[in-house]
């Protein structure tokens, strides 16, 4: 890679997000000889990532919604701030799981605050630092909330979790509103599909974006 990029994945709970990227960063190491910097959200360093006990802890459930939003906002500052940009500026390709659209779709949406509200505060966060390409792994609420229960035990089980089959259903309505307003950056992805299949439909679309180059052979 001549310059730095930066890739996203985004998704309903349950969309299998964690177990694609892994088979993804796979993938593009054996073809591609590169090793990704991988992060999430909220986290991706020593400040996010306390930000994260304090927002995912399930006994915090009297945490107010802009409460919520706001802490968030200030992990995604950090993140953008200390890991995202300096590693895209020093020419490598970082992939996040979760950044900005995750916000809009859980707080702006599901918690029902207005959207402009939501990407005023994440504007000031990220000040204009959007991903080049992002994944939305889509599936249908009831299945993601299915994986969930089935996966319990062998995951973290936090307090977005925990929420209402219609908070989940809304939160992937706007996540599809989204990717529908901005669709050179977002790709919707059918996640019902196995593992290995959404995999590879990512790579292909990295190398169709010019991102990735695979090594000739």
Do not use: W
Not at 63 to 79: G, I, V, W
Not at 124 to 151: C, M, N, S, W
Request: charged share 25%.
């Amino acid at each position: 890679m001549k310059q730095g990029k930066f890739v996203t994945l985004e998704g309903p709970d349950g969309s299998g997000k964690t177990s694609v990227l892994n088979k993804l960063l796979q993938m593009i190491n054996d073809h591609c000889g590169i090793d990704p910097v991988v992060t999430r959200e909220p986290g991706g360093n020593m400040i996010g990532e306390k930000i994260r006990e304090i927002i995912l802890d399930v006994d915090h459930t009297q945490m107010d919604p802009r409460t919520e939003a706001l802490l968030y906002a200030a992990s995604r500052r950090q993140h953008v701030v200390e890991t995202i940009r300096p590693a895209v500026e020093a020419g490598k390709l970082v992939i996040s799981d979760r950044y900005v659209d995750s916000s809009i779709a859980y707080q702006g949406t599901g918690r029902d605050i207005p959207v402009e509200l939501v990407k005023e505060i994440n504007d000031f966060a990220i000040e204009g630092y959007l991903p080049d390409v992002t994944f939305l792994i889509d599936v249908p609420a009831e299945v993601g909330l299915q994986r969930i229960k089935q996966a319990q035990g062998s995951r973290q089980y936090d307090r977005l979790d925990q929420e209402s089959l219609v908070f989940h259903e809304q939160t992937r309505e706007a996540f599809l509103r989204l990717a529908k307003d901005q669709p050179q950056r977002i790709h919707v992805i059918d996640g019902t599909k196995s593992v290995e299949e959404v995999a590879q439909t990512c790579y292909q679309l990295l190398i169709t974006h010019g991102i990735l180059e695979e090594e000739a052979t």
